[in-house]
């Protein structure tokens, strides 16, 4: 009886703790009508090294989170590692993150990678924030990694 009651109690742990990720992941990531990126291909800025619009039949919902792909071979890509492609700090501005801890839209077409890593940045207005990301790279990303902790952990 303890070993059915233990099995049990495992099992509602893990889907309610599956739930938490998901609804914490839709709650704090930067999501245009739950979808990420605004729709472009998480996989494209690493493979082509650009932003590529993605389609809605190439869709995968991953943990909470929509992703949209330019290509059948880069949703499945995806799929063999999602964490691989996503944004960091939920896509929003890597710059805004790292510099006061606010969450501010991205333009997709404004990226770096980074250690394997896709960074997005705001520009707009004649205001591109990955030129003074670029200035304080290290200094703003250690701030940007502590002030997501405070949203997403």
């Known amino acids: 009886m ?3 009651i233990t099995v049990f109690l495992a099992l509602v742990s893990s889907i309610c703790f599956g739930q938490d990720v998901t609804q914490l ?4 990531f930067n999501l245009e009508k739950g979808v990420a990126i605004s729709g472009f291909d998480p996989v494209a800025y690493f493979k082509q090294s650009k932003a590529v619009k993605g389609k809605k039949e190439l869709a995968v919902f991953d ?4 992703y949209y792909f330019s ?3 880069n949703k499945e890509e995806f799929k063999k590692d ?11 501005c890597a710059y805004a993150m790292g510099n006061d801890g606010s969450k501010v839209e991205i333009d997709p077409a404004t990226f770096k990678i980074i250690d394997g890593k896709l960074f997005l ?3 707009k207005f004649f205001n ?8 304080d790279e290290t200094n703003l990303k250690g701030k940007a990694d502590i002030n997501w902790k405070k949203f997403y952990h």
């Open 82 to 92: 999602p964490s691989k492609y996503e944004p960091q700090y939920g896509g929003w």
């Open 63 to 66: 943990q909470g989170i929509t």
């Open 128 to 135: 591109n924030t990955l030129k003074s990301w670029n200035k």
């Open 71 to 73: 290509s059948s071979e």
């Open 2 to 4: 303890k070993v059915v």
């Open 25 to 28: 992941r839709k709650s704090q």
């Open 121 to 123: 940045y705001y520009n």
